[in-house]
């Protein structure tokens, strides 16, 4: 069967033009043409994944390719998994290297990466690929992306080299849309006055190449609408014409620098998937914008054909203007500075480009830019064969710090493997060398904020420090997130270079580390799977090093024992700057801050107060150190929802913030600390425990992973009925083995039960195997995991729902022609008719065999496959013959939807599931 699937495989991958989601290489499609389960299907395809016979593209479908076909037709691909096709067709041979097609565009590599990507994933779409819009201010490529698109198609032939490009700009026709519309799309003798003959409009006239739309938001409501019109259906009409339908295989491409909201039908938008966007130049790298200007000036000397010799006075003030008009008003400053400076010496060999060669009109620009250079007087030598990568002399400032770090780090491991220094004395350095580098990072020359592909990593690592929060109840304070920001950035650009002789020490280092740190590596490992899948980006052993002793700055395991303190005052950063020194000063980090602006109202501070303790474990105490009479209040909103110890005291200065941290670092009781405070420094405070009664959860885990434990924790609150929220939490089973009672949700909550699949032996915490659930004492265990649901209709929903779901979970595989939920529908009718004329209540494990039995029942029925062997005799009395009648009026509605009649011997069956004893 395997080898039926490589044959189809690779037949379909034969027959395919080009590389793109093909519907014919999805394992749906495989199931119709083979007659074989999806489950089957599925495994052989993974089976041919991990022997190389085919690759598998990771999108929704999955895609898989046969490897041998793929190496004939197209290109040897190097990975056997790709997550979409942009990766797939970036191993193609030819778009690596200095050949790749965008490599001529500044920030292909940069800003554009995304934009690129998007490109060629909507030329591949099968068909005439996806109707794109570019959106962005003027000048920042728009047009050059549109021509680019048709070029590159030609060049991957999925255009003929003779294929029209045709562009129309939208806003010639502002004030005559009956025109445009007439351009467009045609019209027919007698159409209009004056139409005294047939004409063939753009669409038409572009068919097989490239339609390009620029300043598509002049396009009028009617001409949105023919548009859409031929997006849906494929087919247009000219103007003047009712019968004739015209049909044109072109690739539309859209531009706009409007808004699409404000601008377009919805309607219309919907027929244009992929929306492109171009980040205007104020977003992108100081870096990048140099790069155009090393770009634009060769342009010139190529056109002058003779070397340019620019003052960095010159280059400097380039980079820095605000250009409002973008890309375009940067390469028209360039160009008018070299015809000016032509102008003055037209007979020169070597163009020399000074100050005074600006022209008169972006004099007055240039002097806005503050002075940036020291005295500088060398040269930027441009020729005509210059090639902008001359300029990239990729000094990263950054790549030296790193390297440098790595070095102090290997050297310092190198002593404490020679016996010179002691673990203890290694560990902290290192880790300390990290922090301080990282920190670094942020503060280096260059970067702009705004740079798209950085806010793009400052959102993954957004979404990496929810998931740790989530699962691993680890806080990662702002700044933090930033340092793990840059951090990403900087190595986007360069890879941390160490000596040969230092590799063999390294991979040392690493061992020792993974052994050592085995939390922060668990950590890091999930961090490195997310920055894989979510950015494509791998870490490397040098990464690991220094990512492992950064994670141990973030003190992991101690921030859950130990009891939490915050600083809360006033100012731009007040508290922020006191509780760093006082951090620095403790060598560890005991405090967080919330610097407040002056005019901040109170429910802003209570809400950052909330969240604090909902998402920290304070049950060991929480220390807050405020800088105002009037934020004393605070105790009283907080003293009944925390579920430890409340220290409020009215005193922000550095001596309190490092008596209080000292204290806490020693873990010295709240008590003591609330009364060393008040002695020695005369202050306002509050000290309570809580009265509040833990809030009652239930925590799923699993031997096979959190992946399970989360998927089991989806079912279970997908079982409970809409009335009831309760907070259910999945858990890694190791993590909870480990800390056992110390893991923070353990302190916080109220633990009515550790469901799963093995049990992490937890004094005082009721461990139920999830077959328990559905098993005789399975009400039993629901009313304990619920200790706060009371009423019995309730408790016997989540029961019932629970054995329910799970049968459907266990039926899913084995049923092939029924629909499964529709079939369980007709079993829960089939049990409440038999409980309720009956009179009794069926068991869980009853019911959960009558789900799987009766189902796999129909479809015996269905596919006429012979009733089972009669059961061996048993006694057939009155009462018998009863149970077998309230069985049969149980079975009407599901016989009367299958067309099915149940047989005797089935009855005989179904009466032992129900009623034998
Ligand atoms: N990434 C780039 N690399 C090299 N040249 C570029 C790049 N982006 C833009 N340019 C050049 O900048 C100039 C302006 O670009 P273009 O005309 O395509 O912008 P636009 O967004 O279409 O502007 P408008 O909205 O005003 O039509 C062009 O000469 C283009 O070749």
């Known amino acids: 069967m395997k080898d039926q699937i490589l044959a189809l495989l690779t037949k379909e991958t034969e027959d395919c033009k080009q590389l793109g989601p093909n519907p014919n290489l999805t394992t749906e499609e495989i199931c119709k043409r083979l007659p074989i389960k999806r489950n089957t299907v599925s495994q052989y395809l993974n089976e041919l994944v991990a022997e190389r016979k085919c690759i598998k593209i990771k999108t929704r479908p999955a895609y898989f390719y046969s490897t041998d076909a793929m190496k004939r037709h197209f290109f040897m691909p190097l990975k056997d998994m790709y997550n979409s096709f942009e990766e797939l067709l970036n191993d193609n041979p030819e778009e690596k290297g200095g050949k790749s097609f965008f490599s001529n565009i500044i920030g292909h590599d940069l800003s554009l990466k995304g934009v690129i990507d998007q490109i060629k994933t909507s030329v591949f779409y099968p068909g005439s690929g996806l109707p794109m819009i570019f959106i962005g201010e003027t000048g920042v490529g728009k047009s050059m992306f549109a021509r680019l698109t048709y070029k590159y198609c030609i060049e991957r032939k999925l255009l003929d080299q003779s294929a029209p490009f045709i562009e129309l700009n939208c806003s010639q026709y502002f004030h005559n849309p009956e025109l445009l519309t007439s351009n467009l799309f045609g019209y027919v003798k007698g159409a209009f006055t004056g139409a005294d003959h047939d004409k063939v409009g753009m669409l038409e006239a572009a068919d097989g190449g490239v339609l390009f739309l620029d300043e598509c938001h002049r396009l009028d409501a009617e001409s949105q609408e023919k548009f859409f019109t031929f997006m849906d259906k494929g087919y247009f009409q000219r103007m003047g014409e009712s019968k004739t339908r015209h049909k044109s295989r072109v690739r539309i491409i859209f531009a706009t620098t409007e808004s699409l909201q404000a601008n377009f039908l919805r309607t219309f938008l919907r027929r244009i998937p992929m929306t492109v966007e171009i980040p205007p130049l104020s977003q992108r790298s100081l870096k990048e914008v140099q790069y155009f200007i090393y770009h634009f000036f060769i342009e010139e000397a190529k056109k002058m054909n003779r070397p340019l010799h620019i003052s960095t006075w010159v280059i400097n003030r380039l980079s820095n203007l605000q250009y409002s008009d973008n890309v375009g008003e940067l390469e028209n400053n360039v160009r008018l500075i070299c015809a000016n400076a032509l102008s003055k010496n037209p007979d020169n060999e070597l163009i020399s480009i000074n100050g005074q060669d600006i022209p008169e009109s972006l004099y007055q620009q240039f002097l806005t830019v503050r002075d940036l250079e020291k005295e500088n007087t060398q040269k930027t030598v441009i020729t005509p064969t210059s090639h902008v990568s001359d300029f990239l002399k990729a000094d990263f400032p950054q790549k030296n710090i790193l390297n440098e770090l790595m070095k102090i780090l290997i050297n310092l491991f190198q002593k404490y493997a020679e016996g010179e220094v002691k673990e203890e004395f290694f560990l902290h350095q290192s880790s300390m060398e990290v922090g301080t580098t990282m920190e670094m990072l942020i503060h280096r020359d260059g970067v702009n904020r705004q740079e798209t592909i950085l806010k793009y990593i400052s959102g993954v690592i957004q979404e990496i420090a929810k998931f740790l929060e989530h699962n691993y109840l680890i806080k990662l304070n702002g700044n933090t997130l930033i340092v793990l920001t840059h951090y990403i950035y900087s190595r986007n650009d360069f890879t941390i270079q160490i000596d040969e002789c230092y590799e063999k020490i390294r991979d040392e280092l690493i061992d020792f580390l993974k052994r050592k740190l085995v939390n922060e590596s668990k950590l890091l490992k999930s961090i490195s799977d997310l920055l894989e899948a979510r950015m494509d980006f791998l870490l490397d052993a040098n990464d690991w090093i220094i990512l492992l002793y950064f994670l141990t700055n973030l003190d992991i395991t101690h921030s859950r024992q130990r009891m939490h303190s915050v600083v809360l005052a006033h100012g731009f950063s007040t508290a922020s700057s006191i509780a760093d020194v006082v951090n620095r000063f403790l060598n560890e980090k005991i405090f967080d801050s919330f610097d ?322």
């Open 596 to 917: 407040m602006p002056f005019n901040v109202p109170l429910e802003k501070v209570e809400e950052y107060m909330d969240y604090y303790i909902k998402e920290l474990d304070c049950s060991n105490g929480l220390v807050v150190l405020v800088d105002m009479g009037s934020l004393m209040i605070i105790f009283d909103k907080l003293k009944d929802k925390i579920n430890g110890p409340l220290l409020v005291a009215n005193n922000v200065s550095t001596q309190s913030v490092l008596l209080t941290g000292e204290m806490i670092k020693k873990n010295r009781p709240i008590e003591e600390i609330d009364s060393r405070l008040k002695n020695d420094i005369p202050i306002q405070h509050k000290l309570g425990f809580p009265k509040k009664n833990k809030e009652p959860m239930i925590i799923t885990s699993c031997s096979s992973g959190v992946g399970a434990a989360r998927k089991l924790r989806e079912f279970l609150l997908g079982s409970l009925p809409s009335e009831i929220s309760y907070r259910i939490e999945a858990v890694d089973l190791h993590t909870l083995s480990t800390y056992k009672t110390n893991f923070p949700l353990l302190k916080q909550y109220q633990i009515t039960g550790i469901i799963g699949t093995s049990d992490p032996k937890i004094d005082g915490i009721p461990y139920i195997a999830l077959e328990e659930l559905v098993s005789s004492r399975g009400m039993e265990r629901i009313k304990a995991l619920f200790p706060t649901v009371s009423d019995p209709r309730l408790l016997k929903i989540i029961n019932d729902n629970f054995v329910r779901n799970l049968s459907v979970e266990r039926l899913l595989p084995a049923i092939t022609i029924l629909d499964v939920k529709k079939m369980i529908g007709y079993v829960d009718e089939m049990i409440n008719s038999l409980e309720r004329n009956g009179n009794f209540q069926m068991s869980n494990s009853r019911k959960s065999i009558l789900y799987i039995h009766t189902s796999s029942l129909v479809e015996r029925l269905i596919r006429h496959i012979p009733q089972p062997e009669a059961l061996p005799f048993k006694k057939k009395g009155k009462k018998y013959e009863e149970q077998i009648k309230l069985i049969q009026t149980a079975l009407l509605p599901l016989e009367n939807a299958y067309n099915v009649t149940v047989g005797e011997r089935e009855l005989d069956y179904l009466q032992n599931i129900i009623f034998d004893q």
